[in-house]
C-alpha cells in the first residue's frame, strides 16, 4: 500500500497537470497555450481551480513522498503504515475532484486528513531513521 500511495502522489500531481492543461486550452484558447504565456492567467472558474489543484497537489506531493520513500526504503511495515498511506492516497483523489467540482466542505475536510496523513508519516519515518531496529 506503501508504494501505491507514492505512486498515486505522482499521477495526481500529473493528472493535475493535464486536467490544468486541459482547462487553459478549453478555457482560454489555443493562442495563449502556445504563446510565451507572458499574460497571466485568471484565478477564477476552473481554470484557476485547476491551477490551484495542482500547486496544492505539488506541495502534498512534496510534504509526503520524502518521508514515505524514507519509510520503504528502511522496510518499515505495520498496519498503521499500510493505513496512514491508504487514507492518504484516498483523501488526495477526493481532494482532487472535489476542488474541481466545487464541493468545498468536502474538499477541506479531504485535505485535513491528508495533512494528518503526511503528520503520521513523517513521525513514522523519523522513528524509523532514530529507533534501532527490533
Same mark, same amino acid.
Given at each position: 500500500m506503501l508504494t501505491l500511495s507514492i505512486i498515486v502522489a505522482g499521477a495526481l500531481?500529473?493528472?493535475?497537470? +493535464?486536467?490544468?492543461? +486541459?482547462?487553459? &486550452? =478549453?478555457?482560454?484558447?489555443?493562442?495563449?497555450?502556445?504563446?510565451? *504565456?507572458?499574460?497571466?492567467v485568471r484565478d477564477d472558474g476552473f481554470v484557476g481551480r485547476s491551477a490551484r489543484t495542482l500547486r496544492n497537489n505539488l506541495e502534498s506531493c512534496a510534504m509526503y513522498v520524502p518521508s514515505a520513500l524514507t519509510v520503504s526504503v528502511l522496510h518499515q511495515s505495520s498496519s &498503521?503504515? @499500510?493505513? =496512514?498511506?491508504?487514507v492518504y492516497a484516498a483523501a *488526495? @483523489? +477526493?481532494? =482532487?475532484l472535489c476542488y474541481w467540482l466545487k464541493i468545498n466542505s468536502l474538499r477541506s475536510l479531504s485535505w485535513l486528513v491528508g495533512m494528518i496523513c503526511i503528520a503520521v508519516m513523517a513521525v513514522l519515518a523519523l522513528q524509523a531513521t532514530i529507533l534501532p531496529p527490533a
Open positions: 500531481v500529473w493528472l493535475s497537470a +493535464i486536467v490544468q492543461h +486541459i482547462g487553459n &486550452l =478549453t478555457g482560454i484558447g489555443a493562442q495563449w497555450v502556445m504563446s510565451d *504565456r507572458s499574460q497571466a &498503521l503504515v @499500510a493505513v =496512514t498511506a491508504g *488526495r @483523489a +477526493i481532494f =482532487t
